[in-house]
């Protein structure tokens, strides 16, 4: 029998597609502004890296539920930063949050037959994670549209990855009780659910103007790579529904999918730190206004992007490919809309994690 290699089920790595776009960009004669990925680019505070530092003598297996410190962190930030109260059997570290998203339905035991839907602009992790597990993957915004689909699993992402767009506490209560009804399992990717910057706060799906006080069924997925710029540290965790949360630490025991007891140490660190957090999201909220008013002069148009790391941008002279040539030829690169579904194909997703000196350059080349 022939093997058939998991790859077969996956799409073309989409950041592949754009090293034409970064070579035309890289040749520009100020170098590149890359614009396309959201990576942190600021230093690890200093309390975080010394955490890390003094946990570097953990010659023994770390827990795979976290230590009772980190959970104590993980409960006690949810509880003061965003008003949700969950027991430590509800909380469980993570190796990043791209790692869960990819895994999730496995570690549920989703395969083929069952139905994981993600909104129509989404991460692409969210589609690949029903590849994975040999499920049946599908984008929609509107529950009416599903059907008679046997749904097992329903992602929503608030604020939006690309597009910055907070769900309202009246939407994501009509998500929580369709599911409900229907003994679906609602994931809630909430990784920039600090990163508010106008208009109503974002809200977790787990707060209880949302899930009235129960969190049967609902799971909230958080990272500390953007708020803390630990994404080199992998340092994440989901939140909600205990038995969910205790299922998942099973299967994950056996599997051998731990956080290192260092990067354990960092997480506590940095939950019970706020000060570091609101200073960077300030670092943030300068780039992200110098870039916006840029776009906006030079004709761009921005829609969403109330929160989130990223501005969801459109040109009436180009289609998302057109505009990120456009942007390369100014030595700016950008991720097209294309990327995140079809729906995206008049935008372009442009992030504002660069450092302040290359901000600067791509506001110089916007405005010229």
């Known amino acids: 029998m022939t093997r058939r ?66 959970r104590a ?62 499920a049946t993957p599908v984008a929609a915004d509107g529950l009416t549209a599903l059907g008679p689909a046997p ?40 990784c920039y659910l600090d990163l508010g910057w106008e208009g109503e706060a974002p809200v977790s799906i787990l707060h209880p103007d949302v899930s009235d006080g129960s969190h049967e069924g609902l799971l909230a997925v958080h990272s500390l790579s953007k708020r803390s710029n630990l994404a080199g540290y992998r340092a994440a965790f989901v939140a909600g529904d205990p038995a969910l949360v205790q299922e998942l630490l099973a299967v994950r025991k056996h ?13 506590g ?16 909220r300068a780039r992200r206004d110098r870039l916006r008013a840029a776009l906006t002069g030079a004709g761009w148009r921005i829609d969403h992007s109330q929160a989130g790391l990223y501005l969801w941008a459109s040109h009436p002279d180009h289609d ?18 294309e990327f995140y579904g079809p729906a995206g194909g008049a935008s372009v997703r442009v992030a504002f994690t660069a450092t302040d000196e290359r901000v600067g350059a791509a506001v110089a080349r916007l405005s010229a």
């Not at 660190?269 to 943030?284: I, N, P, S, T, V």
């Open 5 to 70: 290699p998991v790859t077969d089920r996956l799409p073309t790595f989409p950041w592949d597609r754009l090293t034409p776009y970064k070579k035309i960009a890289a040749d520009h004669p100020d170098g590149i502004v890359d614009l396309s990925v959201g990576t942190p680019v600021d230093p690890v505070p200093p309390g975080l890296r010394a955490a890390l530092a003094d946990a570097a003598d953990s010659p023994g297996y770390p827990l795979t539920w976290g230590t009772p410190a980190l």
């Open 73 to 134: 962190s993980i409960t006690g930030w949810l509880e003061r930063r965003h008003g949700v109260s969950v027991p430590e059997e509800g909380v469980l570290p993570t190796v990043g949050s791209k790692e869960l998203v990819a895994w999730l339905p496995t570690l549920l035991g989703l395969g083929p037959g069952d139905t994981v839907v993600h909104p129509e602009l989404a991460y692409p992790t969210y589609d690949i994670g029903a590849r994975l597990a040999g």
């Open 151 to 190: 749904v097992r699993l329903l992602w929503v992402n608030s604020p939006s990855n690309p597009t910055g767009r907070v769900l309202g506490v009246p939407h994501l209560r009509k998500v929580v009780a369709w599911a409900r009804e229907r003994g679906v399992i609602v994931a809630s990717d909430e």
């Open 255 to 267: 599997a051998g999918m731990i956080v290192p007891a260092p990067v354990q140490a960092a997480m």
């Open 269 to 284: 660190a940095a939950l019970d730190d706020d000060a570091h957090a609101l200073e960077q999201k300030e670092c943030y």
């Open 320 to 337: 998302a490919w057109g505009a990120v040539e456009h942007l390369a030829e100014r030595g700016i690169l950008v991720a097209p809309g």
